[in-house]
């Protein structure tokens, strides 16, 4: 997924943000497969298990089954055709979420290469929201941040002041 470019400041805005509201002695649910940015997590100190790369629209024994007293959930919602079923099954009382956020002068990302690599939501601020408010969750805290690139372009452009990215820190109600 990363062959080619790395969200450097993605995880440098996610791993401070994770800092300041998940203690690293609490255990933590990531939902997806390892990928970079749990280990990332590990690096940092977290105790940190995996999801096993079921569909979790399917199948949240997973979730279920956890005593992770946090679970986050780092660009997996918008892949999801029903995150709130997801969000449900959560027993712990703690999330750290983030999602890209809908541009208004992109499609929706589809992977021609890879089926689970692509987006059957593309989230508005106050559409993720109203997700996990319906799905029990109160929002603490929540930060957004851009992703400019140093590419020639109008939507290059665009990506030095569009709001890209989306992270909540949420507490169940």
Known sequence: MYEKTFPNKRFKHTIQFLEKHVAKTEAVLDLGVVNPFSE???KH????????GEDLDFDTS????SDATVVTAFEIFEHLLSPFTVLQAIKSDKLVASIPLRLWFSSAYRSKT???DRHYHEFEDWQFDWLLEKAGWKIIDRQKWT???KKIGIR???????LRYYIVYAERM
Not at 62 to 65: E, H, L, M
Not at 156 to 162: A, D, M, N, V
Request: cysteine-free; overall charge negative; proline content about 7%.
């Open 40 to 42: 990332i997590m590990i």
């Open 45 to 52: 100190g977290y105790d940190v298990q995996n999801t096993t």
């Open 62 to 65: 997973t979730i279920i089954n």
């Open 114 to 116: 890879d089926m689970f």
């Open 147 to 149: 992703n400019p690139t």
């Open 156 to 162: 290059p452009i665009l990506r030095w002041f569009t």
